[in-house]
Nanobody
Framework: QVQLVESGGGLVQAGGSLTLSCTAS????????MAWYRQAPGKQRDVVAA???????HYHNSVEGRFTISRDHAKNTVFLQMNSLEPEDTAVYYC????????WGQGTQVTVSS
């Protein structure tokens, strides 16, 4: 069974940056479009960024120009570079396929203070 592990979250001031990482057991990433999701308290989990197997990207309007998704097939890792963070970005961040095919990991908490 695929296990997703997210890391890199933390507490940062508004305007700061963080880089999230996601690794998976087994060499599965190369076959799937991958995505980063986030879920704030009391809200649904939404896609914030996604990347196809060919490198095409998609971003939620709220993060366009601030977040960058990338992937390293050799390391079976997906990254999310987050710049110019805003308090509204506070949430638990998860990775999964674009569609959520795998069991969800624990996520990584991102907290942005104003």
């Amino acid at each position: 069974q695929v296990q997703l592990v997210e890391s890199g979250g933390g507490l940062v001031q508004a305007g700061g940056s963080l880089t999230l990482s996601c690794t998976a057991s087994g060499s599965v990433f190369s076959n799937y479009a991958m995505a980063w999701y986030r879920q704030a308290p009391g809200k649904q989990r939404d896609v914030v960024a996604a990347m196809t197997t060919r490198g095409g990207t998609h971003y939620h309007n709220s993060v366009e120009g601030r977040f960058t998704i990338s992937r390293d097939h050799a390391k079976n890792t997906v990254f999310l570079q987050m710049n110019s963070l805003e308090p509204e970005d506070t949430a638990v961040y998860y990775c999964n396929t674009w569609g959520g095919a795998f069991p969800w990991g624990q996520g990584t908490q991102v907290t942005v203070s104003s």
